[in-house]
């Protein structure tokens, strides 16, 4: 007798898993359940269908050879039956059955099964704020919201938007509504940087930077109090803390909670963070149920943690796997370190593991390079500068994470995939600084960025580098009471000597050991070059003599540009 | 007392040597030797001096500030002495003395070594062929060489080009010389393939199309028998197996020799491809002695075997472990997966670890995937195809190598560099399935090309996934014996039907279960869609009905037209 396999979810993984089933199993009875009519759609897609990269929303839920992923689709191609407006009501375990109601006559009826898979994804949370319920104040998950937000914005009714929320979701939707429709966009949000979970606060200042270089107004540290307006004319201002933002339009993009409840509701236990809990078969705590996707917890290979990492990339992994051991195989997810990238606007951003925060609250001891390079052959004529972080443990070396930006985006991607598979291999420091990737003046530099972010940092870690943040010597810088000594050319110098006069020490870097008596021995010196490299050697050099109280400005003043602009 | 560090070679190696360690020891008398005047430059970038990327010379040898790397930078910025023009003569490992002669006034003398660094680096060979001595005849490893050939041809005096070797130089100098200067071109190589060493036939086919498709003439499985010409006027032709070939100049790129006959002469052991044999630790057999970059031999990750690697990223990596150790640390080089890359003209190519035949020669017994997938998210405007082969030992699914090709060389790159590191893992096909690398739409699918690479290794291994190579499959249908099944849409596919007439079958996917009469179930049946994973699907329900005399055409049509261009 063949088995009946329910999928509950017809969004990411339960398609996966129907298909990659069908393949295994000829035989099986499959049915996707979704309670929406649109399925098997490439939600991560949105923003682009809206900002107008994707034309026609179909092209969300078409295949590469122009098919509509629909219910017939599914029927016909991949022998899977699929209902749609059918919403999943309760699991009963122990006769494997699933209650089921039809929306369109809200019939309900048992469904049996042999095996079950809950892809339920997850719900955009919206948070408690007074007139959160307001016209024109979106959620953004699914189609429907997507072309409710897109109708709107083409009548030209939308003047200014707000947007709540600069994770991935809220930055993509400040771009797309920016740079096609001309929308006066504000950003808020309520940490003190942009992508709080996934950035450090140097990479997380430059994608600021991007945002605002592009006319997105971006305000951090900033709580939303009130969403004003009327319930006939919709939204008409935000309240924050700070400041009241007019606006025709809001877009909720805080976060997002798994839809766990079904699972919860049917005894499957759940994680730490309310996300259903799975093993590494992605197998509930029924083992005739498996679970995957948003709406799932799994392990961070990094710290170890149990984590929620809504990725339609994880999802698609993960599905597979629920087909091969459903077909009687033994398949394991391991979890996920962690990787991210996002554009914006004329720059790519990437991320693997964990914060410096992060880190810190898992238990390490952090410590990290910063680096300024560039991402070609530096004679190469269109290379552009990167920007690189490198965290390890100090203790142990273990690499913990890497960040990166920089104009090529997939320049940078490709420096941070390189680290990414190695982190749960317990990568050193030693490791990076050796490792081997493609070389050629089009595509790199001989010693990579990679490889200097982790020399530098082994350097760091050794001692002989005693660098400082960027961002912790602009602060200082602010007040005027350090000094800087800038290894430049006296030509690229000279203007920041004349505007800080003697807080700004000009020796180029050849002239260092002759001048030796110009430099001040007993104060905190701030040493500046392009990148950081001549600074460094510079440091060394003084340490030499004696001089042990400098700090390498990490990244140079290629960096001081990048996070925050011209001193000059 | 310092140490005394000699250094014999200031290109790649050498200076990073020098460089390093004066930061690690402020006291040490570091000198480098070489017999040029021209130090410390980027070879790799020649062919771009000569393409024209590059417009000065000095751009090889200027530091990222625009500074000149000469002997003065060295003294004033790093405190290393370099003697230029010096030719080392001999060691005296018992006396610890190099012999060198200033080939300025030819006078000898015996220079002291704590430690000796020998970075010799590599000889291009010239091939003992007839005329292989003519004016007009370069090899190209050095500054000088650059200067020549560029000079020759901004005269305007070449016309007709011939390269000799399509190896990475090879190709890079017939698209120099084809791009900017419009010379025709013809490059011979004497295997059946461009870049035999570095690709497998498959992607090595679609380089030689894009070399095709910008004029460059290519011949491979061609012998150059004689190069004629008289002494005063130059090169006048080639004569191959096959033809008489017009030119008026000739590039030698058959490949390099290690320079090891100075340490060889000094007792010092070879590997047994004459590179001079070192350590972990970079140290020779004399354990005074380093070596590193072109003119030692590495050890392959792979498959365990030394090999040649002369490449200035492993070179530079090398370095700086030289300099670690030398300064009392112990740091190791485990060696090298043989990742490289390569831009010819509008696409990018990469690869990492072995081809199918070096597996094959290493004793593995390899299986491959090839998949044909968009780069991006497919609905992602600028998505471009993207071809990649992922190959593994059957028995253990040990990962052995991947190569890939696309429009967007840097987002080649980071597939390619995701795998690279893993190799020393020993990482397995299961571990590319789940592949964790950055996902947004505009740089990546869902399920990225290298975890669809992964998943079709695993089917393939597994037995539900029966390839046939794209070559293959080209070679069998040229004769006409076999019958295809195509299973896109009948407007696709109407065009081959009328053209081949009962061989060409059109059934698309979703009528094929209604019209299983229609299928031969006795021949072979080579299954075909647009890139691959519909053609699988049908492989599949095909044999759920019993007729399994099918293969599955790797990577469909898209891979069809790469290698060959289109069939109608």
């Not at 110009?518 to 040493?527: D, G, Q, S, T």
Request: with cysteine; glycine share 8%; net charge positive.
């Amino acid at each position: 007798m063949s088995k009946k396999i329910l999928i509950i979810g017809a969004v990411a993984l339960g398609p996966k898993v129907a298909c990659r089933l069908r393949r295994l199993d000829p035989n099986a009875e499959i049915t996707l359940i979704d309670k929406d009519e649109l399925i098997s759609y490439g939600g991560c897609g949105i923003p682009y269908y809206i900002g107008g990269d994707i034309p026609e929303l179909k092209g969300l839920y078409s295949t590469i050879a122009h098919q509509i992923r629909d219910t017939k689709f599914f029927l016909k191609n991949k022998r899977v039956n699929v209902l749609t407006q059918t919403k999943a009501l309760s699991i009963n375990r122990s006769e494997k059955k699933l209650l089921v109601q039809y929306l369109k006559n809200n019939k309900q009826e048992n469904l049996e099964y042999d095996k079950l898979v809950i892809a339920t994804g997850a719900t955009p949370v919206r948070p408690p704020l007074p007139g959160a319920d307001l016209p024109n104040v979106f959620v953004l998950s699914n189609l429907h919201h997507a072309k409710n937000i897109k109708k709107i914005i083409s009548n030209g009714k939308v003047e200014n938007a707000v947007v709540i929320g600069a994770g991935a979701i809220g930055i993509e939707m400040a771009e797309a509504l920016t740079d096609l429709w001309g929308i006066k966009t504000t950003l808020i949000e309520m940490a003190d940087q942009v992508l709080p979970t996934a950035l450090g606060r140097n990479i997380s200042k430059i994608l600021e930077k991007e945002l605002k270089n592009n006319n997105v107004t971006v305000l951090t540290s900033e709580k939303v109090l009130q969403i004003n307006g009327n319930i006939k004319t919709g939204v008409e201002s935000i309240q924050t803390t700070s400041s009241n933002i007019p606006c025709n339009m809001v877009i909720l993009a805080v976060g997002v909670r798994p839809n766990s409840e079904l699972a919860a509701n049917a005894g499957l236990a759940l994680g730490t963070n309310k996300g259903i809990f799975v093993n590494q078969l992605m197998q509930t705590t029924d083992p005739d149920i498996y679970a995957g996707g948003d709406c799932v917890e799994i392990t961070n290979l990094v710290n170890g943690q149990s984590t929620l990492m809504p990725l339609g990339s994880l999802a698609n992994r993960q599905g597979r796997i629920i087909a091969t051991n459903i077909n009687g195989e033994c398949e394991h997810f391991k979890g996920t370190v962690g990787t991210f990238c996002i554009k914006v606007f004329n720059m790519g951003f990437a991320k693997t593991g964990l914060t410096v925060n992060q880190a810190k609250n898992s238990g390490f001891d952090p410590v990290y390079s910063i680096v300024t390079q560039s991402d070609r052959a530096h004679f190469y004529p269109d290379s552009k500068f990167m920007y690189m972080k490198l965290i390890a443990d100090r203790k142990t070396q273990k690499i913990l994470g890497v960040e990166a930006c920089g104009q090529q985006g997939d320049s940078v991607k490709a420096r941070v995939d390189a680290v990414a598979p190695l982190l749960q291999f317990n990568a050193t420091v030693s490791d990076i600084t050796t490792i081997e990737t493609g070389y050629a003046p089009p595509y790199a530099s001989a010693m990579d960025i990679i490889n200097n972010a982790g020399n530098c940092l082994d350097n760091t870690i050794k001692g002989s580098h005693k660098p400082i943040d960027v961002i912790d010597f602009l602060r200082k810088f602010k007040n005027r009471k350090i000094k800087v000594l800038d290894v430049r050319s006296n030509i690229q110098a000279a203007p920041f000597v004349k505007k800080y006069g003697d807080i700004w020490i000009n020796i180029p870097q050849n002239e260092v050991l002759d001048k030796l008596d110009k430099i001040p021995a007993n104060e905190p010196l701030y040493i500046l070059c392009g990148s950081g490299p001549r600074s460094y050697e510079i440091q060394v050099l003084l340490a030499s003599k004696g001089i042990t109280n400098t700090r390498n400005i990490q990244g140079g003043y290629g960096m001081v540009l990048a996070v925050q602009g011209p001193l000059i």
